[in-house]
């Protein structure tokens, strides 16, 4: 079988069942296993993507409006690759490659798809379970399910003796939005309280004033698509607040900036590790996680004359 995967978790998923010899094309964003990246890339984004959040931000939603694409899809050279499976998600119109993309650029019969859409654990295991059935290989993702299931219940057991510290996950800075989906249900395995974000619900756009009210002890920045160098760049997004160095994480040294792009917006084969990330940063502990430095990095306290209690407003 012939795989064109526009999916990074999907490649993730072919990769983690062996099947990776099937795979003849990828998307832009397919980087992990890092021998992926040597496939041609049958995708690319429409816009320039190295400018501030705040300008991505504008541009995705002006382009949502007007309907341009969001991607460019190279529908010749899926052709030319002739796959048998073309891989997909219809879960959001702006992190990957939809159907309708594919539509627009290949034409109905370009190849069978299978779009997949994650908005939680669960919805994860099941993209596994469908992905292995698509290739003939169903036992085997039996199998992937279980060890992860297994994978997320040894960091349940291993952080339930800590105390529960409060945490707010943000998947974007300008504006700022607070992780849904599947991130409540890591941070709960993690053994930590969240105060903003709804499990099995769409990541949302919340007034910057909620952050500053729930006043968390511990504050997870992993903007969506951002490794972690470049997440370490909304850090300046953020102080613009003039509570930022009020709140409690960050007075606290508590702010960690982390890779979002491979742990923490991706619902693939790393949501195991995300939430050994996650423990590791509420916990202060190893579970065995990315290690800090490479995946998640804290930022130091300011000084502390400048550190005053938060004052909660209602505006």
């Given at each position: 079988m012939r795989i064109v995967s526009?999916?990074?978790?999907?490649?993730?998923?072919?990769?983690?069942?062996?099947?990776?010899?099937?795979?003849?094309?990828?998307?832009?964003?397919?980087?992990?296993?890092?021998?992926?990246?040597?496939?041609?890339a049958c995708s690319d984004p429409a816009f320039d993507v190295s400018v501030s959040s705040g300008e991505i931000d504008k541009e995705v939603r002006r382009r949502l409006r007007s309907g341009e694409p969001l991607y460019h899809i190279h529908g010749e050279?899926?052709?030319?690759?002739?796959?048998?499976?073309?891989?997909?998600?219809?879960?959001?119109?702006?992190?990957a490659v939809t159907p309708g993309d594919v539509?627009?650029?290949?034409?109905?019969?370009?190849?069978?798809?299978?779009?997949?859409?994650?908005?939680?654990?669960?919805d994860i295991f099941e993209s596994?379970?469908?992905?292995?059935?698509?290739?003939?290989?169903?036992?085997?993702g039996g199998e992937l399910v279980r060890r992860e299931r297994q994978r997320l219940e040894q960091v349940r057991e291993k952080a339930a003796c800590f105390r529960r510290p409060t945490v707010v996950m943000l998947e974007w800075t300008e504006p700022?939005?607070?992780?849904?989906?599947?991130?409540?249900?890591?941070?709960?395995?993690?053994?930590?309280?969240?105060?903003?974000?709804?499990?099995?619900?769409?990541?949302?756009?919340?007034?910057?004033?909620?952050?500053?009210?729930?006043?968390?002890e511990y504050l997870i920045v992993a903007p969506c698509g951002f490794n972690l160098e470049r997440s370490l760049r909304e850090q300046s997004v953020l102080e613009k607040y003039p509570?930022?160095?009020e709140l409690k994480a960050v007075r606290k040294g508590n702010v960690a900036f982390a890779d979002g792009n491979l742990f923490f917006n991706r619902s693939g084969m790393t949501v195991s590790e995300t939430a050994k990330i996650i423990a590791e940063i509420l916990h202060g502990a190893p579970f065995g996680g990315g290690s800090e430095g490479e995946s998640w990095r804290l930022i130091e306290a300011p000084a502390t004359r400048d550190s005053r209690p938060i004052t909660v407003s209602q505006t």
């Open positions: 526009l999916l990074a978790s999907a490649t993730e998923i072919v990769c983690a069942l062996g099947a990776g010899e099937m795979l003849v094309g990828r998307s832009h964003e397919c980087d992990n296993p890092s021998w992926v990246r040597r496939l041609p050279l899926i052709g030319e690759l002739q796959p048998d499976l073309l891989i997909t998600q219809s879960h959001c119109e702006v992190c539509q627009r650029s290949c034409g109905p019969a370009a190849a069978r798809q299978l779009a997949l859409s994650a908005t939680s654990l669960e596994i379970l469908r992905i292995s059935q698509a290739i003939g290989l169903t036992e085997r700022v939005f607070a992780m849904g989906n599947w991130g409540p249900e890591l941070v709960e395995i993690a053994n930590g309280e969240l105060l903003i974000g709804k499990k099995g619900e769409y990541s949302a756009a919340i007034p910057a004033a909620q952050l500053r009210n729930a006043d968390p509570w930022w160095r």
